[in-house]
């Protein structure tokens, strides 16, 4: 897949610009939103994991998956332990363990008032740092008392599908270091593929912003050539930047 969408032509290798994995990163997040079928696989795997069934010792493997993509809803409080599981959406991460324990506390039903199912509001802050315990209040607690129960966390409805669990896989792989992504770049790309331009337009654009285009610059540090300074005006050396921005003809353009 990855030599078909480098190469110039049959028989014409051509340059691999960025890693096959970058390709695969999904397009909010900057990349093309190939499929990286390992992920894939797993995502289907999961998905049979899901079901009460006799498959799932064949998919033990993909419980990391599972395990990350559940959490637990609150009713009554006391089958969700306050430190081990996860109950509180956006701080899924450390599942509390870089908070002090409080050893009368290990229950989510040990945060909330049996009397009114209202939270332990100044308890919570005693424990909790100031944004998790906002996140705590936030959680609706029902009038009506019910079990707890656990819910996938990946759709609208809570149930598992393929395509959440495909996208959780990313997430929990993505590397911000590799990529630099930040909130505005995301918004920058989700605009760019929702936008009404032809397809050929927007894979230009996304070549600019990753900086892949073939560019005299490029070249030379893909060793295919020394002569860096632009054809054009014979003044600067030709990158993207000064292909569409500073070149004199571009300008005059």
């Known amino acids: 897949m990855s030599k078909f969408w480098w190469q110039k032509g049959k028989g014409r290798k051509g340059i691999h610009w960025c890693s096959w ?4 990163y999904l397009k909010e997040d900057g990349g093309l939103g190939f499929r990286d079928l390992a992920k894939f696989n797993i995502a289907l795997l999961a998905k049979q994991g899901n079901l009460p069934s006799l498959t799932w010792r064949s998919v033990w493997s993909v419980r990391g998956l599972l395990e990350k993509g559940v959490y637990c809803r609150v009713g009554r409080g006391d089958q969700i332990s306050v430190w081990d599981d996860l109950w509180i959406l956006g701080n899924e991460a450390d599942r509390l363990r870089d908070h002090v324990h409080n050893g009368n506390i290990q229950l ?12 332990k509001s100044t308890v919570i802050f005693c ?3 100031a944004d998790v315990a906002r996140k705590i209040l936030q959680i609706p607690l029902a009038e009506i008392v019910h079990e707890d129960f656990k819910v996938w966390r990946g759709e609208l409805l809570s149930e598992f599908t393929v395509r959440s669990a495909y996208k959780l896989l990313h997430e929990s792989s993505f590397d911000p270091n590799s990529i630099n992504l930040q909130t505005e770049s995301k ?3 989700q605009k760019l593929w929702n936008s009404n331009i032809p397809s050929k337009v927007k894979i230009l654009v996304w070549r600019i912003s990753w900086n892949i285009l073939p560019s005299l ?3 030379k540090l893909k060793r295919v050539l020394d002569d860096v300074r632009c054809p054009r005006c ?3 050396e030709e990158n993207s930047f000064h292909i569409f921005r500073s070149c004199p003809i571009t300008v005059e353009a």
Do not use: G
């Not at 989510?108 to 939270?119: G, T």
């Open 187 to 189: 918004k920058f790309y």
């Open 21 to 24: 994995s970058d390709l695969c």
């Open 108 to 119: 989510v039903s040990d945060l909330i008032e049996d009397s009114n199912r209202a939270w």
């Open 127 to 129: 424990i909790f740092k």
């Open 217 to 219: 610059a490029n070249l």
């Open 234 to 236: 014979h003044q600067s």
